[in-house]
């Protein structure tokens, strides 16, 4: 398979303006520029990409819902939060190839009419903050970023903002208010930030690897791109195998590849670690249900994973070998969200904690059986009854551990003691 | 704590030449101030070692914010420092997947080796030890950053190689 969104990472010097413009970057902008937005527009919903940061959205579509007309600027914010536990691609993106999401970003620009794009980028990435702001000062000396770029007309610049440690901010509305110099809490929808984003303005939030794509799609066209994936399920994509894998990593794959393919073929995860029995497989970054063995005969895009009852996410694959305690993992789970909980709702800030410390105590030897109904009831509870999906995000996996290990949960009941050794 | 922090002086704070050059750039990025506060923060902790009151109320001053709106910020995001930091901050990832992968063997390592449990500090001033949420290296598990920067695949020969080539 030709590589499209990994083609410069092993490559000496790859993250250059000098070697990606040798290797045919930026032409995809020069080519856009003889382009009507409308045209681009049309490009991209062609397509079929869909956001890359785990909701899977349409990314034509939701660009279609920026105003035309604005008496106010508009803007990109980039979404480069990457946090979901499992996920680890966008990173690499702006560490090894920066021009690809630069180029993308001002395809967009000319598209959209658009005044300015924000990197809202990791605190925790340090490195990947730095290969942009190099990246962004090339483009400057070049003349392809500022006033009237190349003489186009196009006013453009790319601003590089470090988050400062909350998961949170991941959800597009938080990360606006973070943007907006404020504690990351995200804001009830609608307005959208198409509508009402970032200072007001009409905004589009997309996630790095999917504007890393942009580029492409000019360049070989809508059609080629809707090709190289599954149905409705556009492109390559950046997939990623952790856990207790042979060869974990990140991989360009089409979108649709086989999920049990990708975690046994030489070709990618080459099976488990120590040739152990698989127990189960997150598809889609920590908030995704695990499906188990027998489950993961299913292409990897959003809508074949959300009919085997699970989710795409951000294709961040976690392997589960048999002797993974999956209570221990659970609880793991809870604790992350509790912990990354903004606390503005009740049902989440209560409910990621209640139900880590019962799955504690369970993992302790001190649980109860009447507590298993009860973590599924706070579950419910927590479910679809706060602003943003972090809740949700905490009880879709905890849940699909209980129903589909429910035994394992009762024998540390039972016995009064963790059956698997310490991690 | 022997570092001493331009934090902790009773002398009024003011931002270093560098840091003063670095905010009137950060100042230019946004159109309006209050968006200018977690870059700003940034630069007060890297410029006076954390964020003291002060150091906050000097930063509320230069955004021409409320105290309050300042403190608020600082106290909802990790990575900014109300209380003296270690010369080397150690962040461990102990997240899903890390955490199946030998994270908390590390974390176990390190707290015998220095000493000190996680969100401790060592009395020397030298290491500050923290278990940090997914860090976005899961392949390369198990992990931790020193500083901001990446060490991967890591053993306990390695991690005592790695803390023996710091200052």
Known sequence: MEKILTRN????????????????????FRKALGLTPEAIIDEVKLSNLRGRGGAGFPTGVKWGFLPRESDVPKYLVINADEGEPGTFKDRYIMERD??????????????????????????????GAEQLEAAIEELHEAGLLGEDIQGSGLSHDIHVHRGAGAYICGEETALIESLEGKAG??????????????????TIVNNVETI??????????????????????????????????????????????????????????????????????????????????????????????????????????????????????????????????????????????????ILDEIEAGRGRMEDLDLLLEICDNVEGNTICPLGDAMAMPVRAFLMKYRDEFEQHIREGACPFPEW | MSTETRSETSEPLAFSPGAEE????????????????????????????????????????????????????????????????????????????????????????????LGIGVGETTPDGRFTLTEAECLA??????LMQINGRYHEHLTPERIDEILDGLD
């Open chain 1, 9 to 28: 990472w092993n490559v000496e010097g790859g993250h250059t303006l000098a070697h990606y413009r040798s290797s045919g970057g930026y032409e995809a």
């Open chain 1, 98 to 127: 920066p021009h690809r999401l630069l180029e993308g970003c001002l395809i967009s620009a000319w598209a959209l009419g658009l005044k300015a794009t924000y990197i809202y980028i990791r605190g925790e990435m340090v490195f």
């Open chain 2, 22 to 113: 670095r905010f009137q750039r950060v100042l230019g990025k946004y159109p309006n101030t209050r968006a200018a506060l977690l870059p700003s923060l940034y630069l007060a902790q890297e410029d006076f070692g954390y964020l003291s009151v002060q150091a906050m109320e000097y930063v509320a001053e230069r955004l021409a914010l409320p105290p309050s709106k300042v403190l608020q910020v600082a106290t909802f995001y990790t990575m900014y420092y109300k209380k003296p930091h270690g010369t080397h901050h150690i962040e461990v990832c102990t997240s899903v997947p890390c955490c199946m992968m030998g994270g908390y063997g590390v974390v176990r390592h390190l707290e015998g080796k």
């Open chain 1, 185 to 202: 809490q995200p804001r009830l929808k609608p307005p959208f930030p198409a509508v009402v984003g970032v200072f007001g303005c009409p």
């Open chain 2, 137 to 142: 290296g899961c392949g390369h598990a198990p």
């Open chain 1, 212 to 357: 890393a794509c942009v580029p492409t799609i000019i360049e070989r066209g809508g059609e080629w791109f809707a090709e190289q994936g599954s149905e409705r399920n556009g492109g390559p994509k950046l997939a990623q195998l952790s856990g207790r894998v042979k060869n974990p990593g990140t991989y360009e794959v089409p979108s649709g590849l086989n999920l049990r393919e990708f975690i046994f073929d030489e070709a990618w995860g080459g099976g488990i670690l120590g040739d152990g029995a698989l127990k189960g497989v997150i598809p889609g970054g920590s908030s995704c249900p695990v499906l188990t063995p027998d489950e993961i005969d299913v292409g990897m895009d959003f809508d074949q994973l959300m009919k085997a009852g699970s989710m795409g996410g951000t294709s961040g694959v976690i392997v589960i070998s048999e002797d993974v305690c999956i209570v221990r993992l659970a609880a793991r789970t809870a604790h992350f969200y509790h912990h990354e909980s903004c606390g503005q709702c009740t049902p989440c800030r209560e409910g990621t904690g209640w139900v880590a410390r």
